[in-house]
C-alpha cells in the first residue's frame, strides 16, 4: 500500500515496538532480533517506534537488528514537545531527530511524528 500521497510502499500490517527494551517486558535485544527477522520474511516492512519507548531503548534495538537490512524497512518513529523548559521546539525537534537517526543507525527517517500534540505551543512553531 502507498504511504499517503509518497512513493513509500507499507506493508498492510506494521510491527509497533513499544515493548523493545521496556524492562518491565521480554524484549530484549536477542528477542527484538527475532521478532524482526521474523516480521522481514513475513513481508511486514513498517516498524513503529518512539524516542521514548523502552525509555529510548526501542530504537537501539531496531538499530542493531536491521544492520545490513536497513533498506528492507520503513521507520516510523516519534518525538514529543513536553517539558521544554525554555527550549524552542525548533531545537528540540533538531536534537531528537539526531538522537534518533544516532540510536537507529540511519540516515533516513522514513516517517518522523509528534508524539503528544501540545496545547501550549502555536502549531506555527512544530510544523
Request: proline residues 3%; contains cysteine; aromatic residues 6%.
Amino acid at each position: 500500500r502507498q504511504l499517503g500521497n509518497t512513493d513509500l510502499n507499507v506493508s498492510v500490517i506494521g510491527l509497533g515496538t513499544n515493548n523493545f527494551g521496556n524492562p518491565s517486558r521480554i524484549a530484549d535485544k536477542k528477542i527484538s532480533q527475532r521478532v524482526i527477522d521474523k516480521c522481514i520474511d513475513l513481508g511486514i516492512n513498517f516498524l513503529d517506534t518512539a524516542n521514548i519507548y523502552g525509555n529510548g531503548e526501542s530504537e537501539i534495538h531496531i538499530g542493531e537488528a536491521l544492520k545490513g537490512k536497513r533498506n528492507d524497512v520503513l521507520i516510523a518513529t516519534k518525538f514529543n514537545l513536553t517539558n521544554l523548559n525554555g527550549e524552542s521546539p525548533k531545537s528540540r525537534i533538531q536534537k531528537n531527530i539526531e538522537e534518533s537517526l544516532r540510536k537507529l543507525q540511519t540516515d533516513v527517517i522514513d516517517l518522523y511524528q509528534i508524539h503528544f500534540v501540545p496545547n501550549d505551543i502555536p502549531h506555527e512553531e512544530y510544523l
